[in-house]
């Protein structure tokens, strides 16, 4: 459950408003599937028009931002001419996760986020601000460094999160948010069973061996029309993607290209299982992941690296089952609670 007071700060001049969202860990039992929720989604799920804004300073700056969406690799990507603006590690898109430009309705959306900060991370162990969130996924996902805080990236990024926030109660949910939700299995997922998923559905896009497929050529800046899924140019091993439930979900919803949450192609077997397949291939490795969730107990269950407090194996927990370490987790918590 959330509980919500009002913050301003101001971010190069505007005046921002949003909420301090205090959040508790993800537990199972809160996630909700997307196809309960159905008619609730298919009216709540509205994006604000973005073409509609004034070509003035704030409209140019919204739509900056949305450009570093869609267009990472040629902005800000390794390959940019100018050296001093390299700041993604590799040429995925940030729409590479966030789907179109971080507006598909369970494509990992942008939409709302901006209501949700400042929050709570069990990752850092403390409140974060909506900029630091995105400084971890361009240090994770993007594999690459911080922006300058009070820099024009930081600041057009954040804009366009408020804007596709806009109309959006602060504090409240925004349905349609995330990747979705399936049944988790009651086994292991299966790597082996996954990779013959992947020749079969995935491959002709996203390269036999991960690769994707480039926009260009390499050292153009121009990024890929699929992005690799694996190797040196895809997100480090501390990105949210490396993590089965987050990555299952979101291919479940969204792949192969054109699917939608409501009219899924691939079964949850097949989508968990070439998740587990795609998250066992080698990727960049992000330094001092140990320092993550100070709280070990607050560690998602599905988070690839350790350590851990529950006991279970780094097997276990990136491939699952993941039903007896919630379990075991709930104790540790009940536990600790009854100790304070």
Not at 195 to 206: E, G, P
Not at 245 to 260: D, L, R, V
Not at 296 to 306: L, N, Q, S
Request: charged content about 20%; hydrophobic content about 35%; glycine content about 10%.
């Amino acid at each position: 459950m959330l509980s919500s007071k009002f913050a301003v700060f101001h971010c190069a001049g505007i005046i921002v408003v949003s909420a301090l969202a205090i959040s508790q860990p993800c537990r199972a039992e809160d996630r909700t599937s997307p196809h309960a929720t159905a008619q609730s989604t298919s009216s709540a799920w509205t994006v604000p028009d973005i073409d509609k804004l004034p070509d003035d300073v704030w409209g140019k700056t919204v739509r900056y931002g949305r450009d570093l969406i869609t267009k990472t690799s040629s902005l800000i990507g390794p390959e940019v001419a100018d050296v001093s603006r390299r700041f993604a590690g590799n040429n995925l898109d940030c729409q590479s996760c966030h789907s179109e430009a971080g507006t598909k309705e369970f494509g990992l959306p942008l939409v709302g986020v901006s209501a949700d900060f400042p929050a709570y991370s069990a990752r850092l162990g403390q409140v974060y601000t909506i900029e630091e969130r995105i400084q971890g996924c361009m240090e994770r996902s993007m594999n690459g460094k911080r922006l300058p805080p009070e820099g024009p990236e930081m600041t057009a990024m954040a804009a366009y999160l408020m804007f596709l926030s806009t109309g959006r109660p602060v504090g409240a949910k925004t349905p349609g948010r995330g990747s979705g939700w399936m049944p988790e299995l009651d086994r292991a997922a299966d790597p082996a069973k996954g990779r013959t998923v992947y020749a079969n559905m995935c491959a002709a896009c996203h390269g036999v061996n991960g690769e994707g497929q480039r926009t260009g050529t390499a050292g153009d800046a121009k990024g890929y029309v699929f992005p690799p899924l694996w190797g040196p140019d895809s997100y480090n091993d501390g990105a949210g993607m490396n993590r089965l439930i987050e990555a299952a979900n979101f291919i479940h919803s969204n792949m192969p290209q054109g699917t939608t949450w409501n009219a899924p192609v691939l079964s949850p077997e097949d989508a968990w299982n070439v998740a587990a397949y795609i998250d066992s291939q080698p990727r960049p490795s992000m330094p001092g992941l140990d320092r993550d969730f100070p709280n070990k107990i607050e560690k998602p269950v599905d988070t690839a690296y350790g350590p851990y407090a529950d006991g279970f194996s780094e097997e276990q927990h990136k491939f699952g089952p993941f039903a007896p370490i919630e379990a075991s987790i709930k104790k540790l918590k009940e536990l600790h609670d009854a100790q304070r």
